[in-house]
């Protein structure tokens, strides 16, 4: 019977993920409810809180709202599955099979963005009939394009925030103190230049923070963000991405070598 | 040693149960096992949640008064962290560690069990209430007049013992569900919308306003309000009463659904099931 | 390492630090091995017996490259566990069982699939694969149940072929038949041994003594740990004293009576053991030298005196190795 190592595709392990994380959500709809109740609640608050915000006040509602939902969705999601992982007690077969576990969470961040996908399309259901019709967007073409960028970019951070959860049992507390400072460092309904200056940097290292400013430069006239377009916000974000998506390999092997090391990974 | 003699059967006190819950739940199924957890739900939630809101009011349009209104609205509402999300989550945990059979096996009063779990997460809720209030006093514009700091701590006790028996209703429904996180979530949002938070509900149609008065926070929150503004006691009184009721409402029907779903899940064999 | 060694461990040191108290932590350092030497051979089942504590399951944790060790170096099929993890995980399975450990959610064909994927079988072998295993571990009636609504016994099922799926080398099994019926732990003893027959070099970890004598033609005795024993059966047996056990039974030995017996030729040990009234003494023996004869007029002032004579079993070792560690 022994042997024959298989040859490990990082693409079929990522579409395997991505089927389990399917199979997983099919066998337990209930998860269909919060994450469709969410972004009709998120939708229906930013449209009561943006009343006042001018013109193109809906823009700001849908994007903030979508924001809020596709977070919960893109990020907060990605990592509670490998926080599941741990309570099935799956994460150990999973890491010691030869496939890397960081294409197991892309597979995940993929099913995720299809949901965050859907929620942002119910905001934006939400929102056009609490005003009665759609927003007037100047280049929707470009819209859908850095629309799904931003996705690109949440999932980015969502690599990482996995990372915090295969690293420790503790991810989940930390990630929900950490929840709206998070809202608030990346700008996610408000442009982050309102923030005092000291915090901008900061907020700059989070490739979300770049692609919804792009977003808002495309979609509200005469909206200023950090004053140097959308091209240049893109170029950000393309690049702080690419720094994300670089170090992830880098920091997976690093948080798995550090559970084998203090061999906590069976906790729960 | 004689295994079986009926007639020393032990007979769990009310008190001792409740206690030792107490004492054992944040450790076990709360999920506070350190400090820097419940520091950063007492100290950082409260306020990330009123600076994002603060900006978001902002920006749209608002002026010191609505920075004040969503400031108060979420100090509040951080409540809802440790009472209803931790609380409900227990029943979860539970199943995760593969104690819920033993739970419910064992003769312990049910109220005493699950009320005594609620005892640490209501003085987290106290302290994250009072840390919230201070945050909206100091940096938000929201005046708290000394006068009004009694009838205020008796609004804020009331609302944190209402939002922990709601919390345990959610907890009991989650018995029959795979996990109560979706629960928790969902009233957790709900929150932001229908009790008043971030802004009046007169502002919604009446349908969710129905909704919202029927989640303890709406009721706990216009006591508070009401308590700084300073209202006269008699309306205030009925505030506290509608809280009150609310939280006994609650914790009436957390027992109804733990029987309730206790047998329906042990009827379909879901009661390990997450 | 040696040619036909699949397993090969040297000095090996296993420390986990865990940290208690609310407000102020404290690191609590438990060594749960302590230097331990091993040497399996390729094709063979290999036993490891040990108490609860011991350090088996660390063991298979580090060998199966799912943990590190604090020191020491541990060799599988011939490539460093902490280095070569990449050549090593393809042509390992891992059998840890237990109630977690698969996604209940979803069936067991799918659970498989997965975990097929993961270790890149060939797409065009899987579902022959799954079918295979699923087969072979009588589970091919419930494959399209979900996982959760499975008995304990049928987990532990899945569990190892999930272990085999990908057709391994060299199989971790720790504890498989634990939990598991009497006909179950016998199923499970024939899969296995069926492996073995495919060139399948296998670690067990067990509680189970018989399991241990019927399965592993050598064994090592882990305690506290620490490799106590290392060794086949018969050369563990003369280990202890020998391959034959006397029981004697009465109430109540003379000191001189157990000097008498402990002069006999070939007696190693003589173990004396309270029973309520009456008093047990244990001897271990070399074959052929003394026999129930010679015990009995050792003890002929004993009317009641009642005598059994039985092979040392593989559990009398065990208690033998441990009692020694612990003292």
């Not at chain 1, 004053?227 to 997976?252: C, E, K, N, P, R």
């Not at chain 3, 088996?56 to 943990?67: G, R």
Request: some cysteine.
């Amino acid at each position: 019977m022994a042997l024959a190592a298989g040859e490990v595709s990082r693409l079929r392990t990522t579409v395997a993920s991505l089927r389990l994380a399917v199979l997983q959500f099919m066998a337990d709809p209930q998860w269909l409810v919060p994450s469709m109740i969410a972004p009709v609640i998120f939708g229906l608050v930013s449209f009561e809180l943006f009343r006042g915000a001018g013109p193109y006040f809906l823009t700001y509602a849908i994007l903030g709202a979508g924001m809020m939902s596709m977070w919960g969705q893109t990020l907060y999601g990605s990592g509670w599955a490998t926080g599941q992982d741990r309570v099935f007690g799956t994460l150990e077969p999973t890491i010691q099979s030869p496939s890397p576990y960081l294409y197991v969470v892309l597979g995940r961040i993929l099913w995720n963005i299809v949901i965050g996908l859907v929620g942002g399309g119910i905001v934006y259901g939400v929102v056009v009939v609490a005003a009665g019709g759609p927003p007037a967007l100047p280049n929707p073409a470009l819209f859908v394009v850095l629309f799904l960028f931003v996705m690109v970019t949440l999932a980015s951070v969502g690599v990482l925030f996995a990372a915090a959860y295969v690293y420790t049992r503790y991810a989940g507390f930390i990630q929900n103190i950490g929840e709206f400072a998070f809202y608030v460092g990346t700008g996610c309904m408000f442009p982050v230049i309102l923030l005092p200056f000291w915090t901008n940097p900061i907020a700059l290292l989070f490739p979300p923070t770049w692609a919804l400013d792009a977003l808002r430069y495309v979609s509200i006239p005469g909206y200023t963000g950090f004053g140097w377009g959308w091209q240049v916000d893109l170029v950000g974000a393309v690049v702080s991405t690419a720094v994300y998506a670089g170090i992830a390999g880098g920091i997976f092997h690093r948080v798995e070598r550090h559970v084998l090391e203090v061999g906590n990974l069976s906790e729960y | 040693m004689a295994l079986a003699n009926p007639t020393t059967v032990p007979h769990p006190q009310f008190w001792r149960t409740m206690w030792a819950n107490a004492l054992l739940a944040p450790r076990t199924t709360l999920g506070f096992m350190r400090i820097d957890f419940v520091l950063g739900t007492v100290f950082v939630i409260p306020l990330t949640q009123m600076v994002f809101f603060a900006f978001v009011v902002t920006l749209g349009g608002g002026g010191a008064s609505d920075v004040a209104y969503v400031a108060l609205g979420n100090a509040v509402a951080t409540v809802t962290y440790s009472s209803v999300f931790s609380v409900c989550q227990t029943t979860d945990s539970e199943k995760q560690q593969g104690t819920m059979e033993h739970l419910l096996v064992s003769p312990a009063g049910r109220f005493a069990l699950y009320f005594g779990r609620g005892f640490i997460p209501i003085l987290i809720s106290l302290a994250t209430v009072t840390v919230g209030l201070t945050y909206a006093a100091l940096f938000f514009g929201v005046t708290i007049p000394v006068a009004t700091l009694p009838e205020l701590a008796v609004s804020v006790v009331l609302t944190a013992f209402a939002m922990v028996g709601f919390g345990l209703l959610l907890g009991g429904v989650a018995l029959y569900l795979r996990t109560s996180i979706i629960l928790g979530n969902i009233f957790l949002f709900i929150g932001l919308l229908l009790s008043g938070v971030n802004f009046p509900l007169s502002s919604l149609p009446p349908v969710l306003q129905w909704i919202g008065d029927g989640y303890p926070l709406t009721w706990g929150l216009a006591a508070i309000r009401a308590s700084i503004s300073g209202e006269a006691f008699g309306s205030l009184a009925l505030l506290w009463a509608a809280v009150a009721f609310s939280g006994v409402v609650s914790l009436g029907l957390a027992m109804g659904c733990w029987e309730y779903f206790e047998r329906r899940a042990l009827s379909t064999g879901s009661i390990a099931r997450f | 390492m040696s040619d036909d060694a699949a397993i090969e461990v040297r000095d090996l040191v296993r420390v986990f630090e865990s940290r208690k108290g609310f407000l102020f932590r404290e690191v609590v350092r438990t060594e749960a091995l302590k230097g331990v030497n091993l040497r399996v051979r390729a094709g063979s089942i290999f036993g490891l017996l040990g108490p609860n504590g011991a350090g088996k399951t660390t063991l298979v944790k580090i060998l199966s490259t799912l943990l590190l060790p604090t020191s020491g170096t541990a060799q599988v099929l011939g490539h460093d566990v902490t280095r070569e993890t990449d050549w090593l995980r393809p042509r390992i399975g891992l059998v840890l069982g237990g109630e977690r450990g698969l996604y209940s959610r979803i069936n067991a064909r799918e659970n498989l699939r997965y975990f097929a994927d993961l270790y890149g079988i060939p797409v065009s072998e899987r579902e022959r694969r799954i079918t295979e295993v699923l087969e072979r571990v009588d589970l091919s009636s419930a494959a399209d149940r979900r996982v959760e609504e499975y008995s304990r016994g049928m987990k532990q099922k899945l569990h190892i072929a999930r272990g085999i799926l990908h057709r391994p080398a060299i199989l971790f099994l720790d504890e498989p038949t634990i939990g598991l019926d009497p006909k179950s732990a016998r199923e499970t003893r024939k899969l296995v041994r069926s492996l073995i027959q495919d060139g399948v070099t296998i670690l067990l970890t067990t509680h189970y003594m018989f399991e241990a004598e019927e399965l592993c033609p050598e064994l090592a005795v882990l305690s506290r740990g620490r490799v106590v024993a290392h060794d086949t059966i018969p050369g563990l047996r003369s280990r202890v004293g020998g391959d034959r056990t006397i029981e004697a039974e009465a109430y109540g030995f003379e000191d001189r009576e157990v000097d008498a017996l402990r002069a006999l030729p070939g007696v190693s040990k003589v173990a004396s053991e309270e029973y309520g009234p009456r008093t047990r003494l244990t001897l271990r023996m070399r074959t052929g030298v003394t026999g129930v004869e010679h015990v009995k007029a050792a003890l002929r002032e004993h009317p009641e005196l009642t005598i059994r004579e039985r092979r040392t079993s593989v559990e009398d070792v065990y208690l033998d190795l441990v009692e020694e560690e612990a003292s």
